[in-house]
């Protein structure tokens, strides 16, 4: 049964770079579209975008112009760099497997804070 | 972009209610719609994909229906583990997720 992992810092400065890494076992990182989302405290979920494994993405427009997602197939992780952050990018993040048009799998998320 | 309105936002049920939560497209997503269930401090989980489908493990007394524009979860007998907050995500186009209702004790 796939896992997927969540690593990065969990304080980011304003205007600095947000980077989370998401690594996954228990299955091959080469099939599927690799995503991430969003969680305000207390609110409710954002989609982020998505990597296929074959190195296409797919963004939120909304968040399009700030973010890259990418994959490491040699190391099975993929990452989520996120710029010029501010006090509104403060969020659980997941990353999470799509299969087909749903999805199947989630990280259990990591609290990442935009404050000075 | 394909917005998705969900209501109630929130709702108070007791154990063996039926319960129903709607979600609404901006426009046309054929079947292409999910509802998954988030419990406080955890990952969502997914319930129902394309509309109607039970993802495997998942209890019968949640069912999905609609197609189209108009969609609706449906518990048939709510249960105390089904207290939580609910999500529709369509994924026609770019995907977003309804605002989320939550199913509280009455």
């Known amino acids: 049964q796939v896992q997927l992992q969540e690593s990065g810092p969990g304080l980011v400065k304003p205007s600095e770079t947000l980077s989370l890494t998401c690594t996954v076992s228990g299955d091959s990182i080469s099939r599927y579209y690799w995503s991430w989302i969003r969680q305000p405290p207390g609110k409710g979920l954002e989609w982020i975008g998505y990597?296929?494994?074959?190195?296409?993405?797919n963004y939120n427009p909304s968040l399009k112009s700030r973010v890259t997602i990418s994959l490491d197939t040699s190391k099975k992780q993929f990452s989520l760099n996120l710029r010029s952050v501010t006090a509104a990018d403060t969020a659980v993040y997941y990353c999470?497997?799509?299969?087909?048009?749903?999805?199947?799998?989630w990280g259990q998320g990591i609290l990442v804070t935009v404050s000075s | 972009d394909i917005q998705m309105a969900q209501f109630p936002s929130s709702l108070s049920a007791s154990v063996g209610d039926r319960v129903t939560i709607t979600c609404r497209a901006s426009?046309?997503?054929?079947?292409?719609l999910n509802w998954y269930q988030q419990k406080p401090g955890k990952a969502p989980r997914l319930l129902i994909y394309?509309?109607?489908t039970l993802e495997g493990g998942v209890p019968s007394r949640f069912s999905g229906s609609g197609s189209g524009t108009d969609f609706t979860l449906t518990i048939s007998s709510l249960q105390p583990e089904d207290f939580a907050t609910y999500y529709c995500?369509?994924?026609?186009?770019?995907?977003?997720f309804g605002g989320g209702t939550r199913v509280e004790i009455k």
């Open positions: 990597v296929y494994y074959s190195g296409s993405t």
């Open positions: 426009q046309s997503i054929d079947t292409y």
């Open positions: 999470a497997r799509e299969h087909d048009f749903w999805i199947t799998s």
């Open positions: 394309s509309a109607s």
């Open positions: 995500q369509q994924t026609y186009t770019t995907p977003f």
